[in-house]
């Protein structure tokens, strides 16, 4: 039986690439529910004209006639509307961790990120929507571009370590969601393949810990997540004087299963206490 498809209005750079994290996130989603996308091309400039006026922002899908909008309102579209299929919020407590999760995550790197490749993202853009970009992140970043872009080489090993958080749920775990994806790691996924679409210098170590859960989400839906416009987001190198880029001994902290007795916690107590 053939699959079935959504419309899909994408958003793009001049590769071809999907640019907004929202949409990216979305374009996983609607995959896990085993639907196919019929892809809507198109950049920043001309949305209300590609949508017939549904909406100037994006992702947007339309399915059987009716339109959904917003990254987060299509989730809840899709598993209310596609129930059999494998759930993308399996229990309510999942989305109530991904906002925080999100939350963190925007703070921590997305937004530093943006800061760092400003200039970046408008080169990458198509011709027509440079202007708009421009003149919209200026405003939204409160500061020229370039300027803004400038010294990031002596930010992105801070915005780097800070994401250990993430490592340690993923040294352990195939995905955010367990052994199988939902859309905690199409979300978070977003962000990293956002940078992907317009990074020209990697932000990330070769050799990062989160290195095969990316390749291991961009892999499903036979390689959504490798489009070859997309820019390689790891080999940024360690230089001296600067943070390390990741903690490379796991730390046993946080929820861990460490007490087993007193000769577990027998060396932590002679450190505390400063005992030979």
Partial sequence: MASKSVTFYDLQVS?????SPFVWAT??????????LDIVDGGFTGIMDRTGGKTERLPAIVDDG?????????VEYLDETYPDAPLLIPHESVAV???ALDAWFWGAAVGPWMRSYCADYRDVCFEHDKEYITSSREVILGGKLEDLQQGREDRLPAISAALEPLRLALRENDFLGGSSPNYAD???????????????TPALAADDPLRPWYQRVCDLYDGLGNHPGLFPIFGLEQREGDPDLFMRE?????????????ASTQAETKFINKQD
Avoid: C, E
């Fill in 15 to 19: 590769t071809g690439a999907t640019i």
């Fill in 27 to 36: 374009k996983f989603a609607v995959k896990h529910k085993g639907l196919d």
């Fill in 66 to 74: 009716k339109w959904v909008l917003d990254s987060w309102g299509i």
């Fill in 97 to 99: 961790m991904l906002k």
């Fill in 186 to 200: 199409y979300r978070i996924m977003g962000g990293f393949l956002w940078l992907a679409s317009l990074a020209q």
């Fill in 250 to 262: 796991t730390v046993m902290g946080g929820i861990n299963k460490r007490n087993t007795g007193p």
